[in-house]
Every structure is written in structure tokens, then in C-alpha cells.
């Protein structure tokens, strides 16, 4: 299985951005993370991260057919993007949403999620936790779909 991690805007500033919020971990303990992880589960693993929404869009359409599950924190886009949520929608990827923050807890703005409609599981408030949760997650709905 190939699983893909994607993540919006300013996730690549973690360990800078808000720590008290995001804690100090940076961008590059969370690929490390996820690596180990994907050896543990025996998958193979990709990393896209950008500030662009349409390359978070680019990125989606080019998983097609190739990517099994899409761990994604879309970040600010969560909250705003309806090309994105299209762009899952089409391409019909089982993908987990994922935040380090709990977003359920914090301002108004942060409460809709446009990409929620096109996950089968979101992950809040876990820290970097979330995303190696989602990736067992994606392994469980794989088997639950009888596939190998
Ligand atoms: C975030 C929560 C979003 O509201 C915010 O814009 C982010 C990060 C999270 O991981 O907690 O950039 O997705």
C-alpha cells in the first residue's frame, strides 16, 4: 500500500508557529514519525507539503491511481476550500483528516471543515500522534474492504 501524507499551509512552521498551540516539534520529526511508522505497518509512504491551494488540488489529482490513502491536514484550507473537497471527491481516495490542534475547542472560524464531507475519519487535538493514528487507520479500513 502507498499512503500519501499531505499537508497545507504553515504546517511546513511547526516547531516555529505557535507553540504553545502546536507544540515544538518541527516538520521534519513529523516525517521521521511517519517513516518509522510506515516500516512498522509495512507500507510505502510520500510526503507533499505547500502553501498553495492549488497545489494541495495538483497534489490530489495526481494520487489518482497511484496513492491507497491520503493522511491530510489541510490546514487553513480546511476551513475554506471548496476546490479541495472537490478534488477528494474526485478522486475517491480513502483519506483521513487530520489536525494537531483540537480544532473543536477553538475560534468559531476553525468549527467548519469543507474536507470532512470526503474523509471516512478525522483526527483532532492528537499532536503529531494523530497522523500515525491515521495511518493505522487507513491500514484498518483497507482490510475492512477485504483487500490485503
Ligand atoms: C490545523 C488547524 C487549522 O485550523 C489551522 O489553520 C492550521 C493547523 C491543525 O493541525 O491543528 O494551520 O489544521
Known amino acids: 500500500m502507498k499512503f500519501l501524507i499531505l499537508n497545507g499551509p504553515n504546517i511546513n512552521m511547526l516547531g516555529i508557529r505557535e507553540k504553545n498551540i502546536y507544540g515544538t516539534e518541527t516538520y521534519e520529526d513529523l516525517l521521521k514519525?511517519?517513516?518509522?511508522?510506515?516500516?512498522?505497518?509495512g507500507v510505502e509512504v510520500s510526503f507533499i507539503q505547500s502553501n498553495h491551494e492549488g497545489a494541495l488540488v495538483?497534489?490530489?489529482?495526481?494520487?489518482?491511481?497511484?496513492?491507497?490513502?491520503?493522511v491530510f491536514n489541510p490546514a487553513a484550507y480546511t476551513h475554506t476550500s471548496v476546490a479541495i473537497l472537490d478534488a477528494l471527491k474526485a478522486v475517491s481516495i480513502p483519506t483521513v483528516e487530520v489536525h494537531i490542534s483540537d480544532v473543536g475547542s477553538r475560534e468559531e472560524f476553525r468549527q467548519v471543515s469543507y474536507v470532512r464531507a470526503a474523509c471516512f475519519k478525522t483526527i483532532t487535538g492528537h499532536g503529531l500522534?494523530?497522523?500515525?493514528?491515521?495511518?493505522?487507520?487507513?491500514?484498518?479500513?483497507n482490510k475492512m474492504k477485504g483487500n490485503a
Request: with cysteine; charged share 35%.
Open 58 to 70: 495538483d497534489a490530489i489529482q495526481e494520487a489518482y491511481g497511484v496513492i491507497d490513502g491520503i
Open 129 to 141: 500522534k494523530g497522523y500515525t493514528e491515521a495511518m493505522e487507520a487507513l491500514v484498518d479500513n
Open 33 to 41: 514519525l511517519c517513516r518509522e511508522k510506515a516500516e512498522e505497518l
